[in-house]
């Protein structure tokens, strides 16, 4: 391929899989599978990479991260981001409407929207270009988050046609789609992670993660609603968001025009009852006068637009009776108190339970068994329990008492010095924890036994036959062929998965082996620094520091994981079955000690590697990864485009700068 047949490649990639974005984010009508969408990705990136010079900023393979902010700008807003006033009655919205009608004096219409529960963001286009998204901050400056936002896909990196104006800045809510939400938060409480509190904090927070990529990650999705800039298109409001969908914005199609007040009610009544359909949280309605002239005439007030308001949906909350608690044991042995409720009705669905969190929360609220209790479901999606209604507690109740024992094993709960939730420290002996480890071992990205279900380890556990994941390697077929429902064929392919995940790397052994807070990718990071499973196990506290992204909380986990002897004699044994405890020839031929102690920060494009092959390549040379430049840092990795501003602040502080040839060189 000519450079130039290249370039035109590149253009063409990139406009189809723009076009596909669209149809897929914006206008949820896809016109490809998932795959064919990969394909064209895979094969934009890798053009690339081998022609830089063609990367442009608003390239599609932008959307998959690989930047890291170490600190966010703070940035002026062009337009101040107001506020909306909040109305929670039919009352107060008729009042607004009365101002409106004393305002303006002739005919006029409202537009309503979805009140999007989520984090707004100011997006600015220059001449068809994303150049900056901003977060609201105190309305006056926010922080510049550009990097993270064009990783949203439904966010336009550039325009489609060409009607837009030269310049103009459009708002809307950045959110977490409930789906996303849940399953985030499944699999932080398979790590033992603390979960995420709920929908809007999961977007905002990640929104502000240093690393592009992990935002990538997470789908958060974005709602446009507001237009701003000195040339629009059209009149009114609901007409130029109608044109902004044009462009590639995506709008929320329950925009509606509504000629008064009592036809905004309506909505709102709609609203409050079909809220639980949709697949974001909102909390409210947002009702705005349509037409710009007559925005412009009602004006501001110090806070907020004159022209609009919001309806603030009540928090839904019912009483009910709390019947009893029962004690949850986890995969990682965290107990979760959990309230049983006599079943009551709750946005929508039928609610017999709601968590109680932990010990604390449980003696705050001074809830006991017996009492009538005020359940809300708020942003969360487990209803909790808010409050206790004293006025009805009989008269002979007892405090609740928080478990000393195990509910499953009668060991003594134990709980850490910062930790919220109790712990079950029975990690070789509980049942549930047991059953959950071996179900995490034999899961697809850790061992890979996908001839072995969570039904077949129930069996096995419960007939004795397996007490822990050790004993997985003594089976044989015969063992199994009594259990119920196990014909010839499962025990024989039972048997030949399990001697077939001897095969699988010492990373992937590691995540499988289910410590607490070690996920896929912290026992990756382990495998490669330490190489084997014995100077794993001799690590202490300090020594695990050093490696890149490992903090206090998880290295004291990972030290009090290798005391146990328990846990030794497990690992013994599977050595002694053959599983694999170190890298293997071909992983550790990618690796040395030849960048041992050096601090490297990665800047800008390269042509031979992407930045993610250079961040593994120096983690696997002992090399350590971090986000800006210090006085600790001892090469800046600078490729092309690279941040002027790391570029100053390296020279500042007479850190080496090399290229990317430097770099190979070095590691040989
Ligand atoms: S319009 C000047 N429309 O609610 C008017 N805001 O409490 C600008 N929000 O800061 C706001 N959905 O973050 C508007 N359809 C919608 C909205 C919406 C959610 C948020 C936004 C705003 C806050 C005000």
């Given at each position: 391929m000519t450079k130039d047949q290249a370039k035109a490649k590149i253009e063409i990639l990139s406009k189809q899989l723009d076009e596909h974005n669209y149809r897929y984010y914006v206008l949820a009508q896809p016109t490809i599978s998932d795959y064919d969408f990969d394909m064209l990705l895979e094969e934009l990136i890798k053009l690339e990479k081998e022609y830089p010079e063609f990367l442009k900023p608003d390239s599609p393979s932008q959307r998959v991260g690989g930047q890291v902010t170490k600190e966010f700008k703070t940035v002026k807003h062009k337009y101040p981001m107001m506020s909306l006033g909040n109305t929670y009655s039919e009352e107060e919205l008729r009042d607004f409407d009365d101002r409106i009608k004393k305002g303006i004096a002739e005919k006029f219409e409202y537009v309503c929207e979805l009140k999007f529960d989520g984090v707004a963001i100011g997006l600015t286009y220059k001449d068809g270009h994303l150049v900056q998204a901003i977060t609201?901050?105190?309305?006056e400056q926010g922080d510049d988050v550009t990097t993270n936002v064009k990783t949203i896909r439904s966010i336009p990196l550039s325009l489609r046609?060409?009607?837009?104006?030269?310049e103009f800045e459009i708002r809307g809510e950045i959110y977490m789609p409930l789906k996303e939400f849940e399953s985030i938060n499944k699999e932080r409480e398979e790590l033992g992670d603390a979960l995420l509190a709920n929908p809007r904090n999961a977007a905002a927070g990640t929104l502000k993660m240093q690393d592009s990529t992990v935002v990538a990650g997470r789908k958060l999705d974005c709602f446009l609603y507001y237009l701003l800039g000195e040339k629009l298109p059209h009149q009114s409001h609901y007409e130029n968001l109608l044109e902004a969908k044009t462009w590639g914005f995506r709008v929320s199609e329950h925009m509606a025009r509504c000629a008064d007040i009592d036809a905004v009610l309506k909505y709102i009544a709609h609203w409050d009852n079909e809220r639980h359909k949709l697949e974001f949280d909102i909390d409210g309605v947002v009702i705005k006068v349509n037409s710009q002239e007559q925005q412009r005439v009602l004006g501001f007030t110090a806070k907020s637009p004159r022209w609009a308001i919001s309806y603030k949906f009540k928090a839904e909350r019912v009483s009910t009776i709390l019947e009893s608690i029962s004690y949850q044991v986890g995969r990682t042995g965290a107990i979760t108190p959990v309230a049983n409720l006599k079943p009551v009705l709750l946005a929508g669905t039928t609610v017999k339970r709601a968590s109680l969190h932990n010990a604390d929360i449980i003696e705050k609220l001074d809830v006991r068994v017996g009492d009538t209790v005020y359940v809300e479901k708020g942003g969360e999606i487990i209803p909790k329990i808010i409050g206790v209604d004293v006025s009805k507690r009989a008269a002979h109740t007892h405090k609740t008492k928080y478990i000393t024992k195990c509910p499953e094993c009668d060991t003594p709960l134990i709980r850490g010095e910062e930790e919220a939730n109790h712990y079950c420290p029975n990690e070789n002996g509980c049942p549930p924890q047991i059953k959950g480890k071996m179900e995490h071992f034999v899961s697809r990205k850790a061992?890979?036994?996908?001839?072995?279900?969570g039904e077949t380890i129930g069996q096995l556990f419960d007939s004795g036959l397996v007490k822990n994941i050790a004993d997985l390697y003594d089976l044989k077929k015969e063992d199994l062929l009594p259990l119920e429902r196990m014909a010839e064929k499962s025990a024989t392919n039972l048997i030949a998965g399990i001697e077939e995940s001897?095969?699988?790397p010492f990373n992937r052994v590691l995540y499988a082996l289910?410590?607490?807070?070690?996920g896929e990718t912290t026992a990756k990071k382990l495998a490669y620094y330490f190489k084997n499973i014995d100077a794993l196990m001799k690590a202490n506290v300090e020594q695990l520091l050093e490696v890149g992204d490992i903090g206090e909380v998880i290295a004291k986990s990972i030290v009090a994981h290798f005391r146990d002897k328990k846990n030794i004699e497990i690992i013994e044994r599977l050595k002694n079955k053959g599983l694999k405890f170190e890298l293997s020839e071909e992983q550790l031929a990618a690796t040395?000690?030849?960048?041992?102690d050096l601090t490297f920060v990665i800047s800008g494009v390269f042509s031979k590697f992407s930045r993610d092959d250079l961040k593994k390549l120096i983690e696997q040379n002992g090399g350590k990864n971090v986000g800006s430049v210090s006085g600790k840092t001892s090469y800046l990795l600078a490729g092309e485009n690279m941040g002027p501003e790391k570029l100053k602040k390296a020279e500042k502080l007479g850190v080496k700068i090399i290229s990317e040839n430097d770099f190979v060189k070095m590691i040989g």
């Open positions: 609201r901050g105190d309305g046609g060409t009607h837009y104006p030269k061992m890979n036994i996908d001839s072995l279900g001897k095969q699988v289910g410590l607490r807070h070690v040395s000690d030849k960048l041992k």
